[in-house]
């Protein structure tokens, strides 16, 4: 399968548009992407923000993630706000990519540069507090920097051993897929980074949500 390039020279449309638009591609379909969902200058202040975070470090993430740096936020629907306090850069993100009906999310900056990769997995990012919970009900991806030089980096998507996408990152896109979906990041070969913003959500149960922090921060800054 060759990858896909998502571009889109439509004229404006509304954000509510475009989010409907997600949602229902990603019912029809295992993923749906659009571009150009921000202004250049969100993303720039996106990118500051996270590589001028205290809690960037080698990611927190498993071992399949390889040579990357990121840090995550855990946290319901109740504290939304003092995510957005506390990392006001990542609030347009929030505002527009959460679903009201999800009730917990893991959300994390995703920073590759040149020989990372991600190897395939499932996201279950909140079983370190619930040993049983199912994947998200979907996860959205914002491409907030891509390099120019960048070969590799694609988003490989597979259901039940067979491939069922592979998306070339583009800057300004806005992806959501499957939360089943199992998926890897193709080795990165660029001089420069590959930055995402990736935010697993999830629809809990209240007995399950009972086990999930209100908000917590996990960092390998804060381990030391």
């Not at 809690?55 to 740096?69: A, G, S």
């Not at 990121?70 to 957005?84: A, I, P, T, W, Y």
């Not at 998507?157 to 067979?162: F, H, T």
Request: charge should be positive.
């Amino acid at each position: 399968m060759e990858s896909e390039s998502i571009d889109s020279e439509e004229p404006f449309i509304t954000r509510e548009k475009i989010k409907e638009r997600l949602l229902k591609g990603i019912i029809k379909n295992y993923y749906h992407a659009e571009a150009n969902v921000f202004t250049p200058k969100y993303l720039k202040a996106l990118e500051a923000g996270i590589l001028n975070c205290r809690y960037l470090d080698i990611n927190n993430l498993n071992r399949d993630f390889v040579d990357t740096k990121g840090f995550s936020v855990v946290f319901k629907r109740n504290r939304l706000e003092q995510v957005k306090k506390q990392f006001p850069f990542f609030s347009q993100y929030l505002d527009f990519a959460l679903d009201p009906f999800c009730n917990a999310f893991y959300l994390n900056p995703l920073l590759l540069v040149d020989n990372s990769k991600v190897e395939p997995h499932i996201d279950r990012s909140l079983r370190s507090y619930l040993k049983t919970i199912e994947p998200p009900l979907f996860v959205s991806v914002l491409y907030a920097k891509v390099p120019e030089d960048l070969n590799g980096g694609e988003l490989v998507l597979v259901c039940n051993k067979k491939r069922v996408g592979e998306i070339k990152p583009k800057a300004n896109t806005l992806l959501f897929f499957q939360g089943h979906l199992t998926h890897s990041v193709n080795k990165v070969k660029s001089k420069g980074s590959r930055l995402s913003l990736v935010c697993e959500q999830y629809s809990l149960e209240e007995n399950e949500l009972d086990k999930i922090p209100e908000f917590l921060i996990e960092s390998r800054k804060l381990k030391y």
